[in-house]
């Protein structure tokens, strides 16, 4: 997995409530059987327009927003488990999602491919937005080791939560199955009690 | 302190519990199927790992099937791609794999319980977020990510916290023409769409005790509109009637025993839950949803909330939705006009669905500017429609009686919903697109589905119902 320890980025704001991963990326496009290439039909619907021509209004139209950070609204990745909306997003280049609130598959989907998701406070996430209205190139800087965003045009900061385990395991690049794959004797002797009983 | 239910499953398949780290959490059941796994099995082949339990893992083809002519290739060369890609992937790994053409064949949360492959106190998984389905049985059931399933065929474990609790008790009767997708969309409307985020949910009370099996599939599978990762309902003699002399089930004394076993799966009368939520089943309309996610709900006679009446900073994506839905502001359902009927998905595909919708349409008629189709969840349902003549009476309304999968549920496959038409659908999403791009669903329960087919528009089907038919 890819590691992950500090980005100073601009940001994208899309700051729509309930995005949920139908619209991150709508169930047409998980016909392919690798992970590679969900960048292009990221945010499709919203995106392009019946005849695949760019809808001028919506933000990763506009290039006067770009980064690798995006900033959306409330319970983001909402709806279906696909981790092809972690894919996709990271495929077309964004290394973290900031949100006051995320749905739990896709939360766990995106730390297991090493895209950050953080949870800030509806108000942080409200300046960000401010920062980034008031200065398109405003960056945030995120430190995952001190678990902080700030804003670097105004220094405001903020905390925030990530679980201890997720976080080794993003600063040092591995994941869940190397884990696990090390605890093979201990499922060996459950499933064993497991039969006795 | 007792336990929840959720608790005593969760702690009986703790492998290891260690400080600082999440759970390693043994899996009982593994259900694959043809969109989320194949990244999966290529993580293994470049690890060079065996699926580590592959009796414990079962696969079936269901979100990229057409629904007709299934005898014949599938014509859309990505979609054969990767249908073909899960039969190599299961042949190779030694999965055993209920494909197209199987007696067995449906869809995933369909066929596990039918099959008596779903049991309570067991732990299962799917790479699907419906999977919180087989909950009903008392098993604790969630959706999970591609690179779970991959853990879960590499090692029947998964690294998990373990959830909060909530129980939500219904209690009372249910009035005429009201049904589980009616109260699950209901109770939805009222905590929001994230408002059972990070939350197993307990499904309690008089109503959900007095509910069949199907009903409390149909419940339970929409947990994670609200954001719960799963739901479940404590077993009693309902589930366990419903489970013995499946294919699958236990037989013998392995039946004995594991029965003895279930009828220890309640919550402890001194348990705590993280939250807890009441409801009066006689305060439950037939439900509609208006807008774009699933917490956007409204009893059928009533008029959609305002846009005033919403917190200031959701007025944004409020509007939107409604835009998107071509509702006004504060407009009642009642009356509008709709191009298409989706009966069908792991919500509502079952017997009992089937049935309710052929007692109703029995001597009845489709509008003529609608399209209905009725697809049923397993081959093994399809068979018995037939068997019933259910389908008989489908035709003879107009209705098309399709072939098991999921179908228009989620715009994947052939059976799409045209760009700006109205459908009113028995699955489980109305985001933007979600039945075939541009598409408006309105989600709803079978009953109001078909009676929106009969009229060909959004109906209150209380008042074309003469006795209950979900009594």
Same mark, same amino acid.
């Given at each position: 997995m890819k590691k992950f320890t500090t980005l100073t980025s601009s940001v994208v704001p899309?700051?729509?409530?309930?995005?949920?991963t139908d619209q991150i990326i709508?169930?047409?496009?998980?016909?392919?059987?690798? /992970?590679? $290439?969900?960048g292009e039909n990221l945010f499709c619907d919203w995106r392009y327009d019946d005849s695949r021509t760019? /809808?001028? $209004?919506f933000v990763l139209n506009n290039p006067t927003y770009s980064g690798k950070v995006l900033v959306a609204g409330k319970?983001? $990745?909402?709806?279906?488990?696909?981790?092809h909306a972690a894919w996709a997003l990271q495929d077309y280049g964004f290394d973290v999602v900031i949100s006051s609130f995320f749905a739990d598959i896709f939360k766990g989907n995106a730390l297991n491919n090493g895209l950050l998701p953080i949870q800030l406070s509806d108000g942080f996430v409200q300046r960000i937005l401010l920062a980034v209205e008031t200065d398109p190139q405003a960056q945030v800087t995120v430190d995952l080791a001190a678990q902080t965003v700030t804003?670097?045009?105004?220094?405001e900061y903020e905390d925030f939560e990530i679980n201890p385990y997720k976080k080794s395991c993003l600063i040092n690049g591995y994941d869940d199955i190397d884990f696990i794959l090390n605890q093979r004797q201990a499922i060996e002797q459950f499933e064993q009690q497991k039969a006795v009983v | 302190m007792g336990k929840t239910l959720v608790e005593k499953i969760w702690d009986a398949h703790v492998v290891k519990r260690d400080a600082g780290f999440p759970d390693i959490l043994y899996i009982d059941t593994h259900f694959i199927h043809e969109v989320t796994s194949p990244q999966a099995f290529d993580g293994l082949r470049k690890r060079g790992l065996?699926?580590?339990?592959?009796?414990?893992t079962i696969a079936t083809a269901d979100?990229?099937?057409?629904?007709?002519?299934?005898?014949?290739?599938?014509?859309e060369p990505l979609s054969r791609y990767q249908v073909d890609m899960l039969t190599k992937n299961c042949a190779e790994f030694g999965v055993e794999l209920y494909g197209l053409?199987?007696?067995?064949?449906?869809?995933v949360h369909v066929i596990g319980p039918e099959l008596g492959i779903?049991?309570?106190g067991s732990t299962i998984v799917c790479g699907?977020?419906?999977?919180?389905?087989?909950?009903?049985?008392g098993a604790i059931a969630f959706g999970i990510g591609t690179s779970q399933v991959e853990q879960v065929l590499a090692t029947q474990c998964l690294l998990q916290q373990p959830p909060k609790t909530m129980r939500i008790t219904v209690d009372g009767e249910l009035g005429t023409g009201v049904g589980a997708k009616d109260i699950i969309l209901y109770i939805i409307a009222k905590i929001?769409?994230?408002?059972?985020?990070g939350y197993f949910i307990e499904y309690a009370g008089s109503t959900i005790r007095s509910l069949s099996m199907e009903a409390r599939m149909t419940i339970c599978n929409m947990s994670i509109e609200m954001g719960a990762r799963g739901g479940l309902i404590a077993p009693d003699d309902i589930t366990f009637d419903y489970v013995?002399?499946?294919?699958?089930a236990p037989k013998g004394a392995a039946w004995d025993s594991a029965l003895a076993h279930w009828k220890t799966l309640y919550s402890d009368a001194d348990a705590a839950f993280d939250a807890e939520l009441h409801i009066d089943?006689?305060?439950?309309?037939?439900m509609i949803t208006y807008g774009?996610?699933?917490?956007?709900?409204?009893?059928?006679?009533q008029q959609i909330p305002t846009?005033?009446?919403?917190?200031l900073s959701e007025r944004p994506s409020y509007e939107k939705a409604l835009n998107y839905m071509g509702i006004g502001d504060?407009?009642?359902?009642?009356?509008k006009e709709i191009d298409y009927v989706f009966i069908g998905s792991c919500t509502n595909s079952r017997m009992e669905d089937l049935r309710a919708v052929a007692e109703f349409v029995k001597g009845r008629q489709k509008a003529p500017n609608v399209v209905v189709w009725i697809v049923p969840g397993s081959k093994q349902i399809e068979q018995q429609a037939i068997a019933e003549g259910l389908d008989k009476v489908f035709e003879a309304a107009g209705f098309q009686l399709r072939e098991p999968?999921?179908?228009?549920?989620?715009?994947?496959?052939?059976?799409k919903i045209p760009a700006g038409k109205y459908c009113v659908s028995t699955s489980n999403r109305n985001f933007e697109?979600?039945?075939?791009?541009?598409s408006r669903t309105f989600l709803a329960s079978p009953l109001t589905a078909a009676a929106a087919a009969i009229t060909g528009r959004i109906t209150d089907v209380r008042s074309m119902l003469t006795e209950n038919i979900y009594a």
């Open positions: 899309l700051p729509i409530e309930n995005v949920d709508p169930a047409r496009f998980l016909k392919a059987t690798t /992970r590679e $290439g969900f760019p /809808r001028q $209004g319970n983001f $990745g909402c709806g279906s488990s696909r981790e804003i670097e045009t105004t220094k | 065996p699926v580590f339990r592959p009796a414990q979100h990229n099937v057409p629904t007709w002519n299934q005898h014949l290739p599938i014509q053409g199987h007696p067995y064949q449906g869809i779903t049991l309570p699907d977020s419906h999977t919180s389905t087989h909950g009903a049985f929001s769409a994230a408002g059972g985020t013995n002399g499946r294919e699958f089943a006689s305060d439950i309309e037939p774009t996610n699933p917490g956007m709900g409204v009893g059928i006679s846009t005033a009446s919403q917190e504060d407009a009642s359902l009642l009356g999968g999921c179908s228009a549920c989620l715009g994947m496959n052939e059976d697109g979600r039945q075939g791009p541009n």
